[in-house]
């Protein structure tokens, strides 16, 4: 089963990617959110997702859906497990943040939750009764941890590659380290000012 894919875009439409990793190509379905992350990657810019492998009896074709971060891929695999919300509808649902679902849903909001693409009052107070109490993890993301599309300077590109190839993390978690870093201090640098300010931070995280 496909849980993270690494590689190269090489297509972009409105709901999916095409990307290229070990000489094949998998399409990828996105969510709104996610898709609207990717809005400056370019064909042939480097792409990481955390990937939900969705088939069934009823659904042979699989399909791949696609996240930034695996606790978005997790808060998913939640929202489908709504009576009436399958894989596909909340695709269409996620067009606004996973914090601000997960929030919605702790404080019974079912305003805030009808602003999700195809979801009505009935289903609001659905997710509201089936996910209440679960959500707490999920509504405490941090908006920069939300992997933004990095600008690889020499500098950011000099230490992704030391964090990828030589001390083992994936790329997705080393940019979004870097990016942590370079957000909170953004008159780094140096390599080393720089590693310093990523592992300062991962160690209060």
């Not at 290229?20 to 998998?26: F, P, S």
């Not at 979004?176 to 991962?202: H, V």
Request: proline content about 4%; hydrophobic content about 45%.
């Amino acid at each position: 089963m496909i849980g993270y894919i690494e590689g190269k875009l090489l297509k972009k439409e409105k709901e999916r990617v095409l990307i290229l990793a070990n000489q094949l190509g998998y399409e990828v379905l996105l969510p709104a959110v996610v898709m609207e992350s990717l809005g400056t990657k370019a064909i042939g810019d480097s792409l990481e997702l955390y990937i939900y492998y969705h088939q069934t009896e009823r659904q042979p074709k699989p399909v791949l859906i696609g996240f930034n971060m695996e606790v978005e891929k997790e808060f998913f695999q939640y929202f489908i497990s709504v009576e009436d919300i399958g894989p596909m509808k909340a695709v269409k649902a996620m067009n606004i943040p996973v914090r601000d679902i997960a929030r919605a849903i702790e404080n019974g909001d079912v305003g805030a939750l009808r602003r999700l693409n195809g979801v009505g009052s009935r289903t609001a107070q659905k997710i509201v009764a089936t996910l209440s109490g679960k959500m707490e993890k999920f509504a405490l993301i941090r908006k920069g941890e939300v992997p933004a599309v990095i600008p690889m300077s020499d500098l950011g590109q000099l230490v992704l590659d030391v964090l990828t190839k030589q001390l083992g993390h994936k790329t997705a978690d080393a940019k979004r380290m870097i990016a942590g870093a370079m957000d909170r201090n953004p008159a780094i640098g140096t390599p080393e000012e720089l590693f310093d300010e990523i592992y300062r931070g991962e160690e209060f995280a």
